[in-house]
């Protein structure tokens, strides 16, 4: 690999998720677009209080999907559970467009919405924050999409915050590595996705294996 390349400067960081237990999330697993079709990504972070995570938060979070169930709601997600670094819950929804995000949330009923805020504001009694983002995905970057999801009970999702002014020195490094992995043929795989909105302080990249 070009040395320079190697010097990118980058900051990046990989945590370890299982799939929640929360059987109502599940019912949405064909959505999940890490080795799918679906172009976009929406992330929702909850970090739990120090002792309310597992069960705690677990309770509040059935409260939310039987809310959920009862008003018909129209998204779909599925969680996940940090098993590495902060205690957080992680819930993913892929769509095909930006248009497909907007008209979910304009579809909520008054009375849904109502009802989901009151399920919201228990959750929030186990929480030290949450943050919400936006990602892309990145076809030229990511590797072998199409490999092995269904079963799969845990994923490993690996942030790169890029230097800025170094994007394409990032993503020509990244290509290097495409490349090796293709010519190894060792049947690795991996979906990229770039932020779109989120916080950040630079270009942000999320490889999820």
Same mark, same amino acid.
């Given at each position: 690999?070009?040395?320079?390349?190697?010097?990118?400067?980058? %900051? +990046?960081?990989?945590?370890?998720? %299982?799939?929640?237990?929360?059987?109502?999330? $599940?019912?949405?697993?064909?959505?999940? #677009?890490?080795? +799918?079709?679906?172009?976009?990504?929406?992330? /929702?972070?909850?970090?739990?209080? #120090?002792?309310?995570?597992?069960?705690?938060?677990?309770? @509040?979070?059935? &409260?939310?999907?039987?809310?959920?169930?009862?008003?018909?709601?129209?998204?779909?997600?599925?969680?996940?559970?940090?098993?590495?670094?902060? /205690?957080?819950?992680?819930?993913?929804?892929?769509?095909?467009?930006?248009?497909?995000?907007?008209?979910?949330? =304009?579809?909520?009923?008054?009375?849904?919405?109502?009802?989901?805020?009151?399920?919201?504001?228990?959750?929030?009694?186990?929480?030290?924050?949450?943050?919400?983002? !936006?990602?892309?995905?990145?076809?030229?970057?990511?590797?072998? @999409? /199409?490999?092995?999801?269904?079963?799969?009970?845990?994923?490993?999702?690996?942030?790169?915050?890029? =230097?800025? +002014?170094?994007?394409?020195?990032?993503?020509?490094? !990244? =290509?290097?590595? $495409?490349? &090796?992995?293709?010519?190894?043929?060792?049947?690795?795989?991996?979906?990229?996705?770039?932020?779109?909105? &989120? /916080?950040?302080? &630079?270009?942000?990249?999320?490889?999820?294996?």
């Amino acid at each position: 690999m070009n040395p320079r390349l190697m010097r990118l400067a980058l %900051a +990046g960081s990989a945590f370890l998720f %299982a799939l929640s237990c929360c059987p109502q999330a $599940l019912s949405a697993q064909e959505s999940v #677009p890490t080795y +799918g079709p679906s172009k976009y990504l929406v992330i /929702n972070r909850e970090f739990t209080k #120090p002792g309310r995570d597992g069960t705690a938060h677990e309770a @509040t979070e059935a &409260g939310f999907m039987r809310a959920a169930a009862a008003g018909k709601a129209p998204f779909h997600y599925v969680a996940f559970a940090s098993l590495s670094g902060p /205690n957080r819950a992680l819930f993913l929804s892929g769509y095909d467009s930006m248009e497909a995000v907007e008209a979910e949330r =304009k579809s909520m009923s008054q009375a849904l919405q109502t009802s989901l805020d009151k399920a919201m504001v228990a959750d929030g009694e186990q929480l030290s924050g949450t943050d919400e983002s !936006v990602w892309m995905v990145d076809t030229d970057l990511s590797q072998n @999409t /199409n490999g092995p999801r269904v079963g799969s009970r845990y994923m490993i999702f690996r942030e790169f915050v890029i =230097k800025p +002014g170094h994007t394409a020195e990032w993503e020509q490094a !990244v =290509k290097l590595v $495409l490349d &090796g992995y293709k010519k190894a043929d060792v049947g690795a795989h991996w979906s990229t996705y770039r932020m779109l909105f &989120g /916080n950040s302080t &630079g270009p942000t990249y999320l490889v999820l294996t």
